[in-house]
């Protein structure tokens, strides 16, 4: 089946700087992988997901990127907000299995 | 807010019992995926349900079963309950079948067992 690795576990940026996340998948098969958000004891919230016929997606300050033949992917958050401080969680879809595949996340960490 | 519903928020119960878990998927949504998420195991597929019918299963227990309702609602159903089984449990809902497409979750329920 699918498996999805994610890093780091544990990112601390400062306020204003950029954060990158980076998850790789091993089923070629697979087409869909979205990031969730997800804050302490919340509900994990779709931010942003690109398709394999997609190189690079961008929503204002956050960015993901697809190398089909390297079969990884990152999350990219420019100007680090306070607000941002959250789990993130890569995943995949499409492949054998039906359901989403995710990484273990990322707790992103941005220091005032 | 994802449109999507769980209940209830919390539930806590005792070994060897039975629980059932409700979700209800955003308006126009037909299929229902229910994942289970541990500090260990992290977020886990369990099992898909598409316009009533189960269409996928992925690390689900025997001792847990599911069903969608002609509503669409949908239970989840976990018997025999076992310490390791203490988890928040999440639905998504999507308009699609297959994971290719968006998945919005509900806010989910934290299941203790003691």
């Given at each position: 089946g699918e498996n999805v690795e994610q890093h780091p576990s544990t990112l601390s940026v400062q306020e204003g700087d950029s954060a990158v996340i980076k998850?790789?998948?091993s089923d070629s098969a697979s087409n869909y992988f979205p990031w969730y958000k997800q804050e302490l004891g919340k509900r994990p919230q779709l931010i942003i997901d690109i398709?394999?016929?997609v190189g690079e997606k961008k929503d204002q300050r956050i960015a993901v990127t697809l190398n089909?033949?390297?079969k990884h992917f990152s999350l990219?958050?420019?100007e680090t907000q306070p607000e941002d401080s959250a789990v993130y969680f890569c995943a995949a879809g499409g492949g054998g299995a039906d359901g989403l595949t995710f990484g273990k996340g990322t707790h992103l960490i941005i220091q005032p | 807010d994802s449109g999507v519903t769980q209940t209830p928020k919390h539930l806590i119960t005792a070994t060897g019992q039975r629980v059932t878990l409700r979700c209800s998927p955003r308006s126009g949504d037909l299929s229902v995926y229910w994942y289970q998420q541990s500090?260990?195991?992290?977020?886990?597929f369990l099992i898909q349900y598409y316009n009533g019918e189960e269409r996928a299963k992925g690390n689900i227990l025997?001792?847990?079963s599911a069903q969608q309702f002609p509503d669409l609602h949908s239970e989840l159903n976990l018997s025999s309950l076992e310490l390791g089984d203490s988890a928040l449990y999440f639905c998504a809902s999507s308009p699609h079948t297959g994971a290719s497409y968006e998945q919005y979750f509900g806010p989910g329920t934290r299941l203790?067992?003691?």
């Open positions: 998850c790789t998948y398709r394999s016929n089909k033949t390297a990219h958050i420019t | 500090l260990d195991q992290g977020l886990q025997e001792r847990f203790t067992v003691t």
